[in-house]
């Protein structure tokens, strides 16, 4: 089955077992933009039912399962009030899926939702962190094994060039539409060289191949990109202590 069959019987699977507790079904992520990458893209589904108690949960099952077996990311659950009670905390992923989302079927509840950016702004500080630390702890296990730190950036390229998007917007820029020119933008506002970023999404998508590329070196200049972005972001977003 291909991605708009798969999209499809999933649809059928949730409203048959759901019945009218389904209200909507949301495609986000990069499946739902022009970046979407069949190799390395998940098909990221939002669900929003009108009540989630264990027999409703239940119920899910079957089009849950069938879901992951073929491959993808199990759906999200949310009930309408646990969706616009939890803005304040998945402030990062949930203006990800008010910028690039596409209704499968019901109502479009993302449209009216209302992500408070100042909590947005202490979002992205944390996640470039914690990010930057797993990054770190990561490679500290295998650092002369090329092939391993290959693979680390490939898979942790998606989460930083989204945390550099958000970085963006937090500092007041509006960000561009696709990966590579964001992590440009980023960084002539930030200071950092870009070309590994570039590098490892080559690798990533198929324009380049691993053994033509330096690991350690790559690595080297990715890992010294990243911890510039951090910091700056760190200091251009840092509050003013209040006067007392």
Known sequence: MKVEEHLTELVSRLKKASENNLLSVILYGSAATEEFHPKHSDLNVLCIMRELGKEELSKLHAASTWWAKKGHPAPLFFTLDELHHSADVFAIELLDIKAARRILYGEDVIASLHVPMDLHRLH????LRNNTLRLRQHYVMHPADSRRTLELMVSSISTFVALFRHALIALGE??????????????????????????????????????????QATFDKYLTGIAKATEEVDRRLAVPPANE
Not at 175 to 196: E, Q
């Open 174 to 215: 509006d960000p561009p539409p696709t990966k590579r020119a964001t992590v440009d933008r980023l960084g002539s506002v930030l200071g950092f060289d870009p070309s590994p970023f570039h590098t490892v999404l080559d690798i990533r998508e198929g324009h380049k191949r691993e053994r033509d590329v330096d690991a």
């Open 124 to 127: 992205v500080e944390r996640e």
